[in-house]
């Protein structure tokens, strides 16, 4: 069963930038077949909603509000996934979850996933980022 942990979020000015880092336990990424890593947010008093999301062929997927501002990666090699945020805005503050789907049948799409959070099995425990206007 898979476990991640979360790092790397903070307070910040408004046009500032962080990198989350989310390590990944109990897959390897390296040459499993089919998954979809993705990083949710939720802000206070609202429902959580996908962020980005990136397949185990390194297809992304933005949600609009972040497409030019933030990038997600990943390296196999270290077990871990990344969300670099840049030109950060008040509107995205809130508690960022890294979150996983390893399919055991066929690929798995990073647009479908991004558009259907529920389809993710396995959650960490968030990295809060704070963003001052």
């Known amino acids: 069963e898979a476990a991640l942990v979360e790092s790397g979020g903070g307070s910040v000015q408004a046009g500032g930038s962080l990198r989350l880092s989310c390590v990944i336990s109990?897959?390897?990424?390296?040459?499993?077949?089919?998954?979809?890593l993705g990083w949710v947010r939720q802000a206070a008093g609202s429902e959580r909603e996908g962020v980005a999301v990136?397949?185990?062929?390194?297809?992304?997927s933005y949600a609009d509000s972040v497409k030019g501002r933030f990038s997600i990666s990943q390296d196999s090699a270290k077990n871990t996934l990344y969300l670099q945020m840049s030109d950060l805005k008040p509107e995205d503050n809130g508690m960022y979850y890294c979150?996983?789907?390893?399919?055991?049948?066929?690929?798995?799409?990073?647009?479908?996933?991004?558009?259907?959070?529920?389809?993710?099995?396995?959650w960490g425990q968030g990295t809060r980022v704070t963003v001052a206007s």
């Open positions: 979150a996983a789907r390893f399919n055991e049948e066929g690929p798995c799409s990073s647009d479908d996933v991004l558009e259907n959070i529920a389809l993710f099995h396995t």
């Open positions: 109990g897959y390897f990424l390296h040459g499993y077949p089919s998954y979809c």
């Open positions: 990136i397949a185990h062929d390194d297809t992304t």
